[in-house]
């Protein structure tokens, strides 16, 4: 083989058809190696998106839970007042039954 003119091997002289035969395995080779860095970028940016969309939905899970618990919380609150309604009623009927019976 040679290069720019040069023999690499004294023993061996070369020839056109090895010299291509070299050039297109270094050319294919050289393909291959930027296909593979290209694939490598690519599967990297994606691997990135994928990284923000999981914090996006975790962040959305969790706004889901702390409004879940508020609408919880708030339905207790609504449950104890009703409850306290309910024992002030109850503790004024005895009263206005005789209020009703004069009317």
Known sequence: MSYKGRSLSPNR???QSSEGDFE????????MRKKAEEDARMLANRVAL???????????IEETR????EILELKQRNLEIQRQKDEVY??????????KSRL
Do not use: G, N
Request: hydrophobic share 40%.
């Open 66 to 69: 702390k409004k879940a618990r």
């Open 24 to 31: 297109a395995k270094l050319l294919e080779s050289k393909l």
């Open 90 to 99: 109850l503790a004024w009927l005895p009263f206005c039954e005789p209020i």
């Open 50 to 60: 994928l990284q923000l969309e999981e914090k996006k939905a975790l962040k959305k």
């Open 13 to 15: 002289p070369t020839t």
